[in-house]
Nanobody, 123 residues
């Protein structure tokens, strides 16, 4: 299992921005596809964005496309989620997840998870 620690969540007004970080101590971090998922109260966990180990391929959910951007710095063993133009419906606990080799969009594809960081967007 890969240890993952998220940070950067908080309370922000609609239209604002936040940057989430997910740090790992895994030496082979660049071998892992990394993703962000989120879970709102009373809802199932949903895919937000994913990035290949090399950083060369990314994918974003339609609901966040053009507002959120996933990126990674393998030297720092960290993946980021830049969130702009936040909406109240983005309110959720955000989780980062790791998948050895390749990428995916299903939670079941990912074997390691962080503890989550809460994002609250006020209207």
């Amino acid at each position: 299992q890969v240890q993952l620690v998220e940070s950067g969540g908080g309370l922000v007004q609609a239209g604002g921005s936040l940057r989430l970080s997910c740090a790992s101590s895994e030496r082979t971090f660049s071998s892992y596809g990394m993703a962000w998922f989120r879970q709102a109260p009373g809802k199932e966990r949903e895919f937000v964005a994913v990035i290949r180990g090399s950083g060369g391929t990314t994918a974003h959910a339609d609901s966040v496309k053009d507002r959120f951007t996933i990126s990674r710095d393998n030297a720092k063993r960290t993946v980021y989620l830049q969130m702009n133009s936040l909406k109240p419906e983005d309110t959720a606990v955000y989780y980062c997840a790791a998948k050895i080799v390749g990428i995916g969009t299903r939670a079941a594809d990912f074997g390691s998870w962080g503890q989550g960081t809460r994002v609250t967007v006020s209207s």
